[in-house]
């Protein structure tokens, strides 16, 4: 049985979220998901590597879920990478531990698609201001599975409507649960590539 470690990387998922809350809420409905709310364990951003790790180590996928904040990853998300992925863990010559596990990237965007382009607003593609995460998939062995959702920002009266967002953020969690139970997709995909 393959299990999910999803972890959360929204600042404040109770009180100032609404699509990534309505997400980990309908991944909290499935089976063999672990479920870690970063900045409800650790709101002092100390980070318990051991037990991080250990939780990585069971896991075939892993789901980083978190909203886009300046075209990066929230900070408690950015510390745990600095802290858990190191040395001997994740790269290095030991360092193999992550290796083949899926990395299911599943972010929130606040602005629209149109806006992610070389002459739009936000000037690059999603693609592009994913690298740095592809990399650290590439560098660890893992394999880099992107699922992203545009205009899920609500700021009433000047952005979106708050129904609409929230149908967007339940679309969101259809896909990522079916992908979460395809895991031999990517797998399957990079034998046929090797044949
Ligand atoms: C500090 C901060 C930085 C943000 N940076 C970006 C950004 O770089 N690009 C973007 O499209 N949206 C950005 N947003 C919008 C968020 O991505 C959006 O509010 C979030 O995905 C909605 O998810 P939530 O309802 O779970 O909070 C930002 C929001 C905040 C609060």
């Given at each position: 049985m393959s299990k999910t470690l999803v972890i959360v990387g929204h600042p404040d998922?109770?009180?100032?979220?609404?699509?990534?809350?309505?997400?980990?809420?309908?991944?909290?409905?499935?089976?063999?998901i672990e479920i870690r709310d970063l900045i409800r364990l650790y709101p002092d951003f100390r980070i318990d590597v051991e037990t991080e790790q250990q939780a990585l180590l069971e896991a075939d996928t892993v789901v980083l879920q978190f909203p886009f904040f300046w075209y990066s990853v929230p900070a408690i998300l950015k510390h745990w990478l600095d802290q858990v992925f190191c040395y001997g863990f994740a790269y290095g010559s030991t360092g193999d531990k992550l290796h083949s596990k899926r990395l299911i990237i599943s972010t929130t965007i606040g602005g629209p698609e149109e806006s992610y382009q070389s002459n739009g607003y936000n000037s690059f593609s999603i693609d592009q201001l994913l690298a740095p995460l592809k990399q650290t998939a590439?560098?660890?062995g893992m394999i880099f599975e992107p699922l992203v959702s545009h205009s899920m920002v609500y700021i009433p009266g000047v952005y979106n409507v708050k129904e609409e967002v929230e149908e967007r953020a339940r679309e969101h969690a259809r896909r990522l649960v079916a992908s979460i139970n395809s895991p031999n997709r990517m797998k399957e995909e990079l034998a046929d590539a090797a044949v």
């Amino acid at each position: 049985m393959s299990k999910t470690l999803v972890i959360v990387g929204h600042p404040d998922l109770e009180n100032g979220s609404i699509a990534n809350k309505l997400i980990v809420e309908q991944l909290a409905q499935q089976e063999d998901i672990e479920i870690r709310d970063l900045i409800r364990l650790y709101p002092d951003f100390r980070i318990d590597v051991e037990t991080e790790q250990q939780a990585l180590l069971e896991a075939d996928t892993v789901v980083l879920q978190f909203p886009f904040f300046w075209y990066s990853v929230p900070a408690i998300l950015k510390h745990w990478l600095d802290q858990v992925f190191c040395y001997g863990f994740a790269y290095g010559s030991t360092g193999d531990k992550l290796h083949s596990k899926r990395l299911i990237i599943s972010t929130t965007i606040g602005g629209p698609e149109e806006s992610y382009q070389s002459n739009g607003y936000n000037s690059f593609s999603i693609d592009q201001l994913l690298a740095p995460l592809k990399q650290t998939a590439n560098l660890t062995g893992m394999i880099f599975e992107p699922l992203v959702s545009h205009s899920m920002v609500y700021i009433p009266g000047v952005y979106n409507v708050k129904e609409e967002v929230e149908e967007r953020a339940r679309e969101h969690a259809r896909r990522l649960v079916a992908s979460i139970n395809s895991p031999n997709r990517m797998k399957e995909e990079l034998a046929d590539a090797a044949v």
